[in-house]
């Protein structure tokens, strides 16, 4: 069984910062990819970063030069880091990732986490 566990969302001011992360937990062998998509209310999921084990990584536009995204092999950790943002960047951030565990090769959800930006 593998778990993705994340942390760090809450309420921030325009223009503020907030720290996300998710770590991976259970039977892994590899982990191919991870990445955070973020979804808001009354909108579709849409991919926000992803990174691969040879630190390779995409942003989408509206993020490029805001946001990073940082992984840590040993811990199965990936961490988000969120500067200047906006409210219209509100919305619940989920963690994903490509796991190679027990049953094979397979894409794994966190449960989300809040975000919130407002004055």
């Known amino acids: 069984q593998v778990q993705l566990v994340e942390s760090g969302g809450g309420l921030v001011q325009p223009g503020g910062s907030l720290r996300l992360s998710c770590e991976a937990s259970?039977?892994?062998?590899?982990?191919?990819?991870m990445g955070w998509f973020r979804q808001a209310p009354g909108k579709p999921r849409e991919l926000v970063t992803t990174?691969?084990?040879?630190?390779?990584?995409t942003y989408r536009d509206s993020v490029k030069g805001r946001f990073t995204i940082s992984r840590d092999n040993a811990k199965n950790t990936v961490v988000l880091q969120m500067n200047s943002l906006k409210p219209e960047e509100t919305a619940f951030y989920y963690c994903?990732?490509?796991?190679?565990?027990?049953?094979?090769?397979?894409?794994?959800w966190g449960q989300g986490t809040q975000v919130t930006v407002s004055s």
């Open positions: 994903n990732a490509e796991i190679l565990g027990g049953l094979g090769a397979r894409r794994y």
């Open positions: 990174i691969t084990s040879d630190g390779t990584t």
């Open positions: 259970g039977s892994i062998f590899s982990i191919v990819d």
